[in-house]
């Protein structure tokens, strides 16, 4: 693109990579694009989760409405809901259900036959497609009932004692978390701006050994430590910084000003990202990436949208290659 030099495109560094969580670098952006990637992994980002429960039997402690509210804040595996179609915009069903392009069935049939109270869990929940299932259980078939890849039990619904029954039937759709925070796919998404943290080491060496202490325990999280050769000051960790200011008031109330100056990278962001289980964390990120740019797709009317299509682009390239 004319006028536009590869090193205003985001960059993107990844500290730490688990099914479940991801904590990585974005720079040379702006806080705008943070937040509307942070805002699309919580709010637009689909997954799968029970939305309609029709039960036969129930004799637990739990009533009918209860029950299915619990149901449908099980995390269901949902790889594939970004394939799916919406059940608003389905014209093979009309919504109505099921149907196996926007929709899964599950089953769950449990009696407690003995003097032990039985749990009742999401492992319990069969499903007809092994490609979706409650999270932590494996994949379970409606007709065999094995769990093929773990020992899990799951998710507790309900307890049961002897002669209690519960048998029901449940559908769970597509949808997003605007909709209701069961199709949110995300525990916890968050950033924050880099510090970039200067100590005045002239002004540190006017403090006795005891007053550097004194300062360095002003900060409720530990950034600043002591070097036991030099016995100066240090940065341990600025990333553990809150932007509490403590420690500049700490200097003020010493009679020090200047005795730290701590500025945040305007340009730089450090995410952290933790997934219900539903989707990997990864993926999560990459899924709201591409949602993002169908959005820009939607309403680009100059050169300036284009270039976040292009910048998202590689910020995706970067996620799908796993590193830097």
């Known amino acids: 693109m004319e006028g536009v030099s590869y090193q205003r495109f985001p960059k993107v560094k990844i500290r730490e990579i688990k099914d479940d969580y991801l904590k990585f670098e974005l720079r040379d ?29 129930n004799s637990s402690v739990l009533n009918d409405e209860f029950i299915a509210h619990r149901l449908g804040l099980i995390p269901i595996v949902s790889d594939r809901a970004m394939d799916m179609r919406f059940s608003r915009d389905c014209d093979a069903c009309d919504g109505d259900g099921p149907c196996d392009y926007c929709s899964v069935e599950f089953k769950l049939d449990v009696t407690c036959n003995s003097d032990q109270t039985l749990d009742v869990t999401s492992a319990d929940l069969l499903s007809t497609d092994l490609n ?21 039990r799951g998710i507790i619904i309900v307890k049961l004692r002897r002669g209690q029954e519960l048998r029901l039937r449940a559908i769970a759709r597509k949808g997003i978390g605007k909709d209701h925070a069961k199709w949110s796919p995300a525990a916890t998404v968050t950033f924050m701006y880099e510090p970039d943290i200067h100590i005045n080491e002239d002004l540190m060496e006017t403090l006795t050994l005891e007053e550097k202490r004194d300062w360095i325990e002003s900060s409720p999280t530990k950034v600043f430590d002591i070097d036991p050769n030099t016995q100066q000051v240090v940065v341990c960790d600025a990333e553990a910084y809150t932007y509490d200011e403590e420690v500049i008031k700490k200097a003020e109330a010493m009679g020090k000003p200047g005795l730290v100056e701590i500025y945040a990278k305007e340009d730089t962001f450090i995410f952290t990202v933790e997934s219900t289980g539903a989707i990997k964390a990864s993926q999560m990120v990459i899924n709201a990436i591409d949602i993002l ?32």
């Not at 705008?32 to 799968?48: D, G, K, Q, Y």
């Not at 979706?132 to 899990?152: A, C, E, K, L, M």
């Open 29 to 57: 952006t702006d806080a705008s694009m943070a937040n509307a990637l942070r805002r699309v992994m919580i709010a637009e980002v689909p997954t799968i989760a029970i939305d309609l429960v029709e039960i036969e039997v």
């Open 132 to 152: 979706f299932y409650p999270v932590d259980t494996g994949p379970r078939n409606s007709t065999t009932g094995i769990d093929t890849s773990s020992d899990q």
């Open 293 to 324: 740019k169908q959005k820009l797709d939607a309403v680009r009317l100059s050169e300036d949208t284009e270039e976040a299509d292009d910048q998202f682009g590689e910020l995706g390239a970067h996620l799908r290659g796993g590193g830097a």
